[in-house]
């Protein structure tokens, strides 16, 4: 069944109600690479309840990412989920995630873009808690086969990266189980943790959540350029650009700029392949 574009974005707001504490945090932090070495006072920031600060990237698993699913079950929105890849994400903060909280979640589809033999959908989710807002979240989510309903192509944004060495290098292991402990945040695609299942989708093995990706790549940004302060984070997106194993390690360059960090993100074993690209942090 085509996309029925004007029935999507006409289609009333989902709302729910999430709620996480520290456990959910702690989880997610673990499941990002957090902890190593277990006693350094900089990674008892995530893993220590009487010292928690919260990961701006949370925001993509708080209450389980259930917006996502909502959004593709919109009114005028019927497609094969074995065709829908996550294109790119963003999320905008306005202020720090409290390590306990409870939020209404407010989901739409925000835009929908016809690139021909493929179809984007743009699933915008608002967050606010008793105080007012918390943050924006928007996933770029690209299906293939669902194109030709006869919309605008829509925006290509692509950040040119500096034309100089980068300010800062630094490289991340991703663990061979941290798909296994990243998806208790939510995730059970079993194409980050079932071989049989990942050899039918095409893969030799399972692959990371690029969201795992995305998540180790904002603490690397925090840690090494925002002196471990996940407050100066006002907002964060990228376009996943392509995979990345369990056991490979991310390389991550940053170019800092005024008010904001640019990114390039590869697979070091895989002769610095693209896992991430128009990658940009933005900050106080």
């Not at 574009?5 to 729910?16: I, Q, S, V």
């Not at 299942?197 to 090494?224: E, N, R, W």
């Not at 940053?254 to 008010?259: A, I, R, S």
Request: net charge negative; proline share 6%; charged share 25%.
């Amino acid at each position: 069944m085509p996309i029925d574009a004007a029935r999507a974005l006409a289609a009333e707001p989902r709302r729910g109600d999430i709620g996480w504490d520290h456990k959910d945090i702690q989880l997610y932090h673990l499941g990002l690479g957090a902890g190593l070495p277990a006693t350094d006072p900089d990674e008892l920031r995530y893993t220590l309840e009487s010292k928690l600060h919260v990961l701006p990237s949370f925001a993509t698993v708080a209450g389980a990412g259930m917006a996502m699913l909502g959004g593709l079950a919109a009114p005028g929105i019927d497609v094969n989920l074995a065709a829908v890849l996550h294109g790119g994400h963003s999320i905008e903060l306005h202020r720090p995630i409290p390590v306990k909280g409870r939020a209404t979640s407010t989901s739409k589809v925000a835009a929908l873009y016809d690139k021909g033999k493929a179809a984007v959908i743009v699933l915008r989710s608002e967050v606010a808690d008793a105080d007012g807002p918390l943050w924006t979240s928007d996933a770029q989510l690209f299906v293939r086969g669902e194109g030709g309903f006869g919309g605008e192509r829509g925006p290509s944004v692509r950040e040119e990266l500096p034309d100089r060495a980068p300010d800062r290098v630094e490289e991340r292991r991703i663990r061979e189980d941290q798909a296994l402990l990243y998806r208790l945040s939510g995730d059970w695609n079993p194409l980050h943790a079932d071989p049989e299942f990942a050899k039918l989708a095409g893969f030799d093995q399972p692959i990371l959540h690029g969201l795992c990706s995305y998540g180790m790549t904002l603490k690397a940004v925090v840690d090494s350029a925002l002196g471990g302060d996940v407050s100066r984070v006002r907002a964060y997106r990228t376009r996943f650009a392509g995979i990345v194993f369990p056991g490979e390690t991310l390389r991550i360059r940053m170019w800092q700029e005024p008010g904001r960090v640019l990114i390039s993100v590869t697979a070091v074993e895989r002769d610095d392949a693209p896992v991430l690209a128009d990658t940009v942090v933005e900050h106080a």
